[in-house]
């Protein structure tokens, strides 16, 4: 059966007792003008399709304005009407919604995923104006996947999957359950044909089975409810296909296994008796208690309020139950279009009250809503939940995985831009680098030239193009630095053999096997290659004069520290400062020597070159022994030194050497050198030796 206009207007005549509906009537001649002769796909006349949704929009109790704009809907994609048009014939209001409409069906989902969350970004903004461009954007789609049998497969499916993905989820956020169902159901079945068959008869198969099983159970709620002064009304139901196929998919389970394909609805008359009868059922049946759920006391984000429970009904089936009110259950129904519906008294040009009151409800809906970006972010979190989208301050939408941090966001538009990546500015406010990015973040990178990638970067980072890019940085910032110190390594040491002859590197290079000099050095720099093997094939004869003292070359993974960016390097501590695990220290890439480990306060390190200083940390993973010196004031008297060394023998702390003077006053000064392996050790030794009587002082040098 088509609807025709006269349908219409008796059904908005049916909510709207003094409807002035001429406009609508304009609306349906006006729109039978411009698709005068147009058929779709069907081969019947296209107007049937405005007609439709207009119907829709009427069954949804909407206003004039929108029953007209539904009308009007596709007047301005499918020919030469222009919106000027509309807005001469039907006003501003109704133009501004057909407007809305023709922008939104302009917009293709069908691009990249960024382009996509952009796009996503546009619709929101269009109907964000006014409820209503969505709500017929909405059942145009629902109409048009109702007469999907005419399309071809290639379209059918992919009308069909952007159902499922933007408009079935849309529906969902507003609470509108029957156009959800029916939207999900429909793309389903030209998504997965043999799928939804097959559940659907199954579905059919159980519930002829258990038509008997679900009259006699709720012939028994119904009586037990009657007898305790509650007037209900009970329905019983077999799930959807869709929800049920969902499940099946989600859980990787048989669908014998799916248990809780039967449900039932009690509607009664206020809050109160939802709880009471809750409590009663529970008083029949036992409840499975993880799946009480109170969503009258915490409705959902989409306005929807209802008690639910599983029982274990009779013969031990499993049973959903829902317990509302009829107004809950309304809601359940019709969402946010509930709240949208035409009421008595209200003006058609009172929309300036309406539009507050769609914002005041979008507010109290979800109370962060403060502009379409977080609009976006909340419909969009069903949408994609493992992806996070964000905005450059210019607006433009970047995805990210969850758990992206500005970091990957840095990398994303340019390399050069990660290396000197310092942090960012979200919405406005400063944040660190470990900062999780959030859908509808607007990211601002910080940058400064003085900053570079750093290993823990690798930590930071989410995305492979960003791991790679510091990879690459930290790989060659590591052979560069290792070049130089090769290069200073070798060339330091043969100065001081004085061979009076100049050596060609090249030929070097060239004779170990490396393809140039720079590779040459950077073996040497990162001590694959050892100095003493380099000279003894220079001059044979002064290697064996070289004593091998200087140099404390550590085995690869030994070195007990670890310089930023570069691995491998020979290192060695400094004997001016002693530093030990714990203590603040910096390497001094010093000419021929490798790298010395400074402490951080040490007063040799000030007059160091800055240039030649490299941030340097203490391996965790590695303890070995460290010699330092340290020197105790103390009273000058038997048995003193005697108890120092006690107390140092007891911590199991070897003493290398010590020294003991007297100065005045009749105090003695003690100097140790003794071998601790961190920081900590030594200042537990500080704490016992304070404590002995005697002790005035104890300092490490
Ligand atoms: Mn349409």
């Not at 029953?67 to 020919?79: M, P």
């Not at 793309?187 to 059919?204: C, F, M, V």
């Not at 433009?396 to 538009?413: H, N």
């Not at 570069?566 to 000419?591: H, Q």
Request: overall charge positive; proline content about 4%.
């Amino acid at each position: 059966m088509t609807v025709r206009i006269n349908d219409i207007l008796e059904e908005v005549s049916g909510y709207i007792p003094d409807a002035d509906t001429r406009i609508i009537e304009k609306a349906y001649v006006f729109s039978a003008r411009v698709h005068q002769g147009q058929t779709r796909l069907s081969g019947e006349p296209y107007l049937n399709h405005p007609l439709e949704v207009a119907y829709l929009i009427a069954q949804m109790h909407l206003d004039v304005t929108a029953v007209a704009a539904a009308l009007l809907h596709d007047t301005i994609e499918d020919s030469l009407t222009k919106v000027e048009d509309i807005a001469a014939g039907f006003g501003d209001e109704v133009a501004q919604v057909v407007d809305g409409l023709t922008k939104i069906s302009k917009i293709d989902f069908r691009s990249e995923e960024e382009q996509q969350a952009e796009n996503f970004r546009k619709m929101i903004l269009a109907m964000s104006k006014d409820l209503r461009i969505l709500l017929i954007k909405l059942v145009d789609r629902l109409h048009n996947m109702r007469t999907l049998q005419y399309h071809k497969p290639k379209s059918q499916e992919r009308i069909a999957r952007e159902t499922l993905e933007i408009y079935a989820p849309l529906a969902n956020r507003l609470g509108i359950h029957w156009l959800q169902i029916e939207l999900e159901e429909l793309s389903l079945k030209y998504l997965d044909p043999t799928g939804y068959k097959t559940l659907k008869a199954r579905l059919e198969d159980i519930e002829k089975a258990k038509e008997a099983y679900l009259s006699d159970v709720m012939g028994q709620i119904r009586s037990k409810l009657e007898s305790m002064g509650i007037k209900a009304e009970v329905k019983g139901r077999i799930k959807h296909v869709y929800s049920v196929y969902q499940k099946l998919k989600k859980q990787g389970i048989p669908f014998e296994d799916v248990y809780d394909v039967m449900g039932m609805r009690i509607i009664v008359s206020s809050v109160a008796e939802c709880y009471e009868t809750l409590g009663i059922i529970h008083s029949i049946w036992k409840p499975i208690q993880s799946r009480i759920k109170d969503f009258i006391a915490m409705p959902k984000a989409n306005m929807y309020q209802s008690l639910h429970t599983t029982v274990f009904g009779p013969g031990g089936d499993r049973i959903e139950i829902q317990i509302r009110t009829r107004e809950m259950d309304y809601i359940a129904n019709e969402g946010i279009a509930a709240h949208w519906r035409y009421k008595d008294g209200m003006q058609i040009s009172d929309h300036e009250g309406e539009r507050l009151s769609w914002l005041r409800q979008l507010l109290e809906w979800q109370k962060e809503l403060k502009d379409p970006h977080e609009f976006l972010q909340s419909v969009k979190i069903d949408l994609y939940p493992e992806d996070v989208y964000v905005f450059t301050p210019k607006g433009e939408v970047k995805r990210f995985p969850v758990g992206a941090t500005p970091l990957d966001f840095a990398y994303s538009v340019h390399t050069q831009l990660g290396n000197q990546c310092m942090g960012a500015k979200v919405n406005g406010k400063i944040v660190p680098l470990r900062y999780k990015l959030n859908s509808g973040d607007v990211v601002e990178i910080l940058r400064s030239s003085k900053q570079h990638p750093g290993k823990d970067w690798l930590r930071i980072a989410k995305t492979s193009r960003a791991k790679t890019k510091i990879k690459a940085w930290l790989r060659a910032q590591e052979n560069e630095q290792s070049i130089a110190l090769g290069r200073e390594i070798l060339e330091k040491r043969i100065k001081s053999l004085h061979l009076g002859k100049e050596v060609d590197y090249e030929a070097m290079a060239k004779d170990f096997s490396f393809p140039d000099t720079d590779a040459f050095f950077m073996a040497i720099g990162f001590g694959r290659l050892s100095v003493n093997q380099v000279i003894n094939r220079i001059a044979p004869e002064e290697q064996k004069k070289e004593p091998k003292r200087q140099i404390r070359k550590k085995s690869q993974d030994s070195s007990g520290i670890v310089v930023k960016g570069v691995e491998n390097l020979l290192v060695r501590y400094a004997k001016c400062c002693r530093p030990i695990p714990g203590d603040e220290v910096v390497g001094f890439i010093t000419r021929g020597r490798g790298i010395t480990v400074h402490r951080s306060s040490c007063p040799y390190v000030m007059e160091i070159d800055p240039r030649r200083l490299i941030a340097v940390e203490w391996d965790k993973n590695f303890s070995e022994n460290h010699e330092i010196d340290f020197s105790v004031m103390c009273a000058d008297k038997p048995g003193m030194l005697g108890s120092i060394t006690a107390a140092i023998g007891t911590r199991n702390i070897n003493i290398i050497s010590m020294k003991a003077y007297p100065v005045a006053n009749g105090s003695a000064m003690c100097v140790f050198r003794v071998t601790v392996k961190s920081l900590s050790e030594l200042k537990d030794l500080f704490g016992d030796i304070r404590r002995l009587k005697g002790v005035e002082r104890i300092e490490r040098q």
